[in-house]
């Protein structure tokens, strides 16, 4: 059998949810997935995004948890957005099956907080922990941020996979945990490059107040976009 290696890059999906606007006819706001495997860092990036962005921005989020409701506990206990603004799902299966295959409850999550407490600019859904293979329904968000980190192994975006290959933004995260675990991250930005060509990496660290930053820069070009095209 003969393997061509030439470079191809997996098809890149547009995350674009179905209708932009509420029933009311008033622009809905922007939804942004978070997956990624357990213990990366997906509700500390969601906590830290809340903290980042909540001065300026509308917020709320929806949490996916198998059987608990633990992430959203998380985040209620940091204080990062008032109770109200968090709401939880429990999946009772994989957590890729509520946020790729039926949506319909983080649909209505969704829906709700809109509804309870909009109007909204930003509602962040976060998967619970899954694999190298979870991706979200366009029917659900509009974009996808996929969360690794260094302690998983620095091979990991070699490896690809559709959440590495194919989500509008990876995040690399943890990375000041490098020295301790031999990553090599300039190695893991070659890697991430050549799996995804011209789609944008973030290198965090959230024991830094700024490490942050490149995701809620990037956050923040998604919703001026966003914003625009309601215009």
Known sequence: MHLDHSQTFPERHTYSAAD????????????????????TGKTATVAALCRSLREELSIAVVTNDIYTREDAEFLL???????ERISAVETGACPHTAIR????????AVEDLEEGVGPLDLVLVESGGDNLTATFSKGL??????VIDVAGGDDIPRKGGPGVTTADLLVINKTDLAPYVGADLEGMARDAKAQRGELPVAFTTLTTQAGIQ??????????????TDAA
């Open 141 to 146: 968000v509009d974009f996808q941020i996929f």
């Open 77 to 83: 206990r940091e204080a990062v957005l008032p109770p």
């Open 214 to 227: 490149p995701v809620s820069d990037w956050v923040r070009a998604r919703l001026a976009d966003w914003t």
């Open 20 to 39: 932009p606007t509420r029933p009311d006819g008033n622009r809905r706001a922007l939804r942004i997935g978070l997956g990624g495997p357990v213990g």
């Open 101 to 108: 295959d039926d949506i319909s409850a983080n649909l209505e």
